[in-house]
């Protein structure tokens, strides 16, 4: 008789993570970050909420790391790696030489980010949710916010040594003239989000920022 062979506990683990993540995802896009609860996680993803805590140690915790593996797993089907944000930051930002050639792939980029309905819903959750609670606004921030905008400092900075962006220039203030009007639209629904719309943010702010005569 052959051997039973011993349950991948690592596998199981993965599973039930995956469930895990998948069910805080649902549910915060269903009912909102106010009335997702670790017992309701648990319950949909069919695990116990000890199992939850033994990793996570709040609702906020778990929605978190639910978030940046969605947008890990949405960059690996993309083909980009499926790096995490601070990982993906050490890459940094395309360097060809022509910022506004640059700038415009990036923000196409996140216009197609905003607009992908699998990371738009738990995305305005969290980032509403952010707004009325500091705390967990400041862990969106850290988490993925500040991995992505260092890359944006650190490429205006490159353009500023290349004398394509006067030296005057805070890149922290400027890239705020990129990032800004992109999120005011999504967040409001203004207008439609557009690669033409993120095209015009480029070319309007880059004029602005670049040496005067």
Known sequence: MAPTKAPDSSRRSDRSRRAIHDAALALVTE???RRTTI???AARAGVGKQTIYRWWPSKAAVLMDAF????GRSAEEAGSGGETPS???AQGLPDTGDLVAD?????RATVDELNDPVLEAPTRALTAEGIVDAKLGAEFVHQLLDPQLALYVTRL???QEAGDVRADVDPRIALELLIGPLMHRWLLRTLPLTHAYADEIV????GGLAPRP
């Not at 940046?68 to 947008?71: F, I, K, P």
């Not at 700038?103 to 923000?107: I, T």
């Not at 070319?203 to 880059?206: E, L, P």
Request: proline fraction near 0%; glycine fraction near 8%; hydrophobic fraction near 55%.
């Open 157 to 159: 900075r490159a353009a």
């Open 87 to 89: 990982e993906h930051a």
């Open 68 to 71: 940046l593996d969605l947008a």
């Open 39 to 41: 017992e309701g996680i």
């Open 31 to 33: 009912v909102g970050y």
């Open 203 to 206: 070319d309007y702010a880059v």
């Open 103 to 107: 700038l415009k792939l990036v923000l």
